[in-house]
């Protein structure tokens, strides 16, 4: 099928009280096993290619979003592509012609006034291009390596009424919150504040986002998808899932040297992550805060 909007799958999640899982890409094998786990859980789903990840493919966006548009294509469901943690705008101004309907534009190291300012040049050009633009008001930390943030440090949480003024002056369609997770958690110990998100939910009138939700436990996310989070991004979980089984396999056979070998199994522990996490994400629910 045609590769989606992330647009349209937000306001259908929007409109069926659900939630939108959203996995990052960094290997051919990572598409390939999140669009076979969203097959398998009978839902939509976003690729996400980080700015990191390009890094890694040496700052070329292209070749991996080519493989993106291709495994989406093939996909029985709808599935997105969305270029995230952009902190470049000339990387933001290559993901039109590179095939995203989306990104998310990071600005939230940068004083308020910078990060307005940042955000909003970011979110008009998007709109001349038909992008959806998501942006980030509060810390979540854990990227990039930095330590985890207490709950109680400041811009560890969001405040509603900077967040709804956020929203009105920058013209963001998406909003990613702090309410409680942390980037690159490799246990699922986060308690989100619910109570918060639905006191954002009911202040902010675009979709709400949760980034590091690999370290939520199941119940939790569900209970954040209720409160009135939309998009809900999950990266690490896949990592830990791919690098146990290639972990597993080297180590039980000192003479494999064929990739396949590992990199298959890996990609479809994978998979089976996928269809977990989206089928906790995207279970119906009574979402309270809108």
């Known amino acids: 099928m045609p590769v989606a909007r992330t647009s349209d799958l937000l306001a259908a999640a929007l409109a069926d009280g659900r939630g939108l899982p959203a996995f990052n890409v960094i290997t051919l094998e990572h598409a390939e096993a999140i669009a076979a786990g969203a097959e398998l859980a009978g839902c939509p789903v976003i690729l996400q290619v980080s700015q990191n990840a390009t ?4 700052h070329r966006l292209l070749p991996l979003a080519r493989a993106c548009a291709e495994v989406a294509a093939a996909a029985s469901v709808p599935v997105s592509l969305h270029l995230d943690h952009v902190e470049d705008f000339d990387l933001l101004r290559a993901s039109a012609a590179a095939g995203f309907s989306s990104a998310m534009f990071d600005a939230s190291a940068l004083p308020y006034a910078e990060n307005v300012k940042a955000t909003a040049e970011a979110a ?12 980030e008001l509060g810390k979540v930390g854990g990227k990039d390596g930095e330590p985890p943030l207490s709950p109680h440090a400041p811009g560890a ?5 900077e967040a709804a003024a956020y929203v009105a002056d920058t013209g963001v369609d998406a909003l990613a919150v702090a ?3 942390s980037h690159a958690m490799t246990t699922r110990t986060a308690a989100l504040d619910h109570g918060l998100i639905r006191r954002l939910a009911a202040a902010v009138p675009v979709p709400l986002v949760l980034h590091g ?7 939790e996310l569900a209970a954040g998808v209720a409160a009135g989070l939309v998009k809900v991004n999950i990266g690490t979980a896949l990592n830990t899932a791919f690098t146990r089984v290639v972990r597993q396999r080297l180590d039980g056979d000192g003479a494999m040297t064929d990739p396949r070998k590992y990199l ?10 996928v269809a977990h ?4 994400v995207t279970s119906p629910g009574t979402r309270t805060g809108r």
């Open 277 to 280: 996490l989206a089928g906790v």
């Open 213 to 219: 939700s690999s370290g939520v436990p199941d119940e």
């Open 124 to 135: 008009a050009w998007a709109h001349r291009h038909g992008l959806h633009l998501e942006a």
């Open 179 to 181: 309410v409680g997770s």
């Open 157 to 161: 949480r969001t405040d509603p009424a």
């Open 55 to 58: 890094a890694y493919h040496g």
């Open 264 to 273: 298959g199994p890996a990609r479809s522990a994978m998979a089976e992550t």
